[in-house]
């Protein structure tokens, strides 16, 4: 059984950064790709950062874009996310979230493409 443990989350200023981080269990990990998502009160659950498990590939939603980094250690199964420049609209729930290593999808920027989530982490960004 795969689990996803999201940390980092927690209450800033505009302009502040934050480094959410989401370590995976299991015998053996693996997957095809993992995911940030974030969901606002009130609104849908929306793509934010993805990136590749194996060989190169990141993409990123357009909100998100310049401001923040996903990336991924292998050898301690942790996908990373560095948020610099946040503002009010980036609070959220952030979730991660992993693709079976059998899924592959084109850009995995759909939350309907992920089987796995954690139970996510708050990020409060106060004006």
């Known amino acids: 059984q795969v689990q996803l443990v999201e940390s980092g989350g927690g209450l800033v200023q505009a302009g502040d950064s934050l480094r959410l981080s989401c370590v995976t269990s299991g015998r053996t990990f693996s997957s095809s790709a993992m995911g940030w998502f974030r969901q606002a009160p009130g609104k849908k659950r929306e793509f934010a950062a993805a990136?590749?498990?194996?060989?190169?590939?990141?993409y990123y939603s357009d909100s998100v874009k310049g401001r923040f980094t996903i990336a991924r250690d292998n050898a301690k199964n942790t996908v990373y996310l560095q948020m610099n420049k946040l503002t009010p609209e980036d609070t959220a729930v952030y979730y991660c979230a992993a693709q079976k290593p059998t899924r592959y999808t084109l850009q995995p920027i759909q939350p309907a493409e992920y089987d796995y989530w954690g139970q996510g982490t708050q990020v409060t960004v106060a004006s």
């Open positions: 990136i590749r498990w194996s060989g190169p590939g990141t």
